[in-house]
């Protein structure tokens, strides 16, 4: 491999056949084989190779990858250039687009020699992008890539995304400080209160809050050792209230026969409509039940021994819905074991666990 004065990296230009190549680069002090982390191809069956689709003309290797975080306003956007052989490119006809933009064409971004085009990260708001390199060569070829990276170059800000789905109450807050000397944290819950952060130095801080029912902002506020208070982006969680029933389902067991009685729990407290069924392993259906409506059935005990599910389905006037299943079992005496710690299923009692 050669040194790039240019690039400040080693290079290698390698002839390739169309198709399908595998590579790996190779670290002689630690004796390892990399894979190449700027490309996202990877051969996860065959020791994590690097893959490429060789083409009469493709675009690889770009930096940033997709899905990075970019917060060095410094960086260079490169990407390599792959031409067949005797072909070349079009720098007057090929260009930069920035969500969905032209920023620039590629004279004097383009390096022949090495076959890699870089460009200046421009001013960008922080936020997603959309990058796409469109190429042209002399052979009348066009072709592009793409990648989409996310700016963060405010000095402080959230790595959790905003969500509007919180699935719990307590939610775990990650956010990054590139301040060499915070001198005070504050995670901020607007409108709920305060959470002074332990200072530790640059790098990445998380805080546990609860959450409620509703939507919740946050804001980081941290002053640097001359005083001057860096703010973040605006955190925005929401952790929506239910709208589907919870149902359950009680069973009873008197004088021969089984009450069966349904619970929607519909956290709007409305009309719900509910079907009964029978699970589907049962050892004989339960007569009587299927199609069922009614919150309250009553059934004889089955004669057959076995273990018997039954089904729940709720659904509320907005056409939510939710099903729950629950069991009960008839022993050879005819004795029925209702659902609880101490009885479960048969399949469960006699299950064996072994070991590998």
Same mark, same amino acid.
């Given at each position: 491999?050669?040194?790039?004065?240019?690039?400040?990296?080693?290079?290698?230009?390698?002839?390739?056949?169309?198709?399908?190549?595998?590579?790996?680069?190779?670290?002689?002090?630690?004796?390892?084989?990399?894979?190449?982390?700027?490309?996202?191809?990877?051969?996860?069956?065959?020791?994590?190779?690097?893959?490429?689709?060789?083409?009469? !003309?493709?675009?690889?290797?770009?930096?940033?990858?997709?899905?990075?975080?970019?917060?060095d306003p410094e960086i260079k956007i490169t990407a390599g250039i792959c031409l067949s052989e005797g072909d070349s490119l079009l720098p007057d006809q090929s260009f930069l687009e920035i969500d969905n933009a032209v920023v620039c064409d590629f004279e004097g971004c383009y390096l022949d020699s090495l076959s890699?085009? *870089?460009?200046?990260?421009?001013?960008?708001?922080? @936020?997603?992008?959309?990058?796409?390199?469109?190429?042209?060569?002399?052979?009348?070829?066009?072709?592009?890539?793409?990648?989409?990276?996310?700016?963060?170059?405010?000095?402080?800000?959230?790595?959790?995304?905003?969500?509007?789905?919180?699935?719990? @109450?307590?939610?775990?807050? *990650?956010?990054?400080?590139?301040?060499?000397?915070?001198?005070?944290?504050?995670? *901020?819950?607007?409108?709920?209160?305060?959470?002074?952060?332990?200072?530790?130095?640059?790098?990445?801080?998380?805080?546990?809050?609860?959450?409620?029912? !509703?939507?919740?902002?946050?804001?980081?506020?941290?002053?640097?050792?001359?005083?001057?208070?860096?703010?973040?982006?605006?955190?925005?969680?929401?952790?929506?209230?239910?709208?589907?029933?919870?149902?359950?389902?009680?069973?009873?067991?008197?004088?021969?026969?089984?009450?069966?009685?349904?619970?929607?729990?519909?956290?709007?407290?409305?009309?719900?409509?509910?079907?009964?069924?029978?699970?589907?392993?049962?050892?004989?259906?339960?007569? !009587?039940?299927?199609?069922?409506?009614?919150?309250?059935?009553?059934?004889?005990?089955?004669?057959?021994? !076995?273990?018997?599910?039954?089904?729940?389905?709720?659904?509320?006037?907005?056409?939510?819905?939710?099903?729950?299943?629950?069991?009960?079992?008839?022993?050879?005496?005819?004795?029925?074991?209702?659902?609880?710690?101490?009885?479960?299923? *048969?399949?469960?009692?006699?299950?064996?666990?072994?070991?590998?």
């Amino acid at each position: 491999m050669n040194w790039s004065d240019a690039l400040q990296c080693y290079t290698k230009i390698e002839l390739l056949d169309t198709g399908f190549v595998q590579y790996k680069f190779h670290e002689h002090p630690l004796n390892q084989w990399i894979t190449d982390p700027l490309n996202p191809y990877v051969n996860t069956s065959d020791n994590n190779n690097s893959m490429l689709q060789v083409k009469n !003309g493709m675009v690889f290797e770009i930096f940033p990858r997709s899905g990075a975080a970019i917060t060095d306003p410094e960086i260079k956007i490169t990407a390599g250039i792959c031409l067949s052989e005797g072909d070349s490119l079009l720098p007057d006809q090929s260009f930069l687009e920035i969500d969905n933009a032209v920023v620039c064409d590629f004279e004097g971004c383009y390096l022949d020699s090495l076959s890699i085009v *870089r460009f200046d990260l421009p001013d960008l708001e922080d @936020g997603p992008h959309a990058v796409v390199f469109r190429l042209k060569t002399r052979d009348d070829l066009d072709f592009a890539d793409s990648t989409i990276f996310t700016t963060r170059m405010n000095p402080v800000f959230f790595l959790t995304p905003d969500q509007t789905d919180v699935l719990a @109450g307590p939610k775990t807050i *990650r956010w990054q400080v590139n301040i060499s000397e915070p001198d005070t944290i504050l995670l *901020r819950h607007l409108g709920v209160g305060d959470s002074l952060i332990g200072v530790q130095s640059a790098g990445e801080y998380a805080c546990s809050v609860p959450l409620d029912y !509703g939507s919740h902002l946050f804001v980081v506020y941290v002053r640097g050792s001359s005083g001057t208070i860096h703010t973040s982006d605006t955190l925005a969680l929401t952790y929506p209230e239910p709208q589907s029933p919870e149902p359950e389902i009680r069973i009873t067991h008197q004088a021969g026969m089984l009450l069966l009685t349904a619970v929607p729990n519909d956290p709007q407290n409305g009309p719900v409509s509910c079907e009964w069924t029978n699970g589907e392993t049962n050892v004989n259906k339960l007569n !009587g039940l299927d199609g069922q409506t009614t919150l309250d059935i009553q059934l004889p005990v089955p004669v057959l021994p !076995g273990d018997y599910a039954v089904r729940l389905l709720v659904t509320d006037a907005e056409s939510n819905w939710n099903t729950t299943e629950t069991f009960f079992t008839v022993d050879d005496d005819g004795t029925v074991l209702l659902p609880s710690s101490r009885y479960v299923p *048969r399949w469960v009692s006699e299950a064996r666990i072994y070991s590998m």
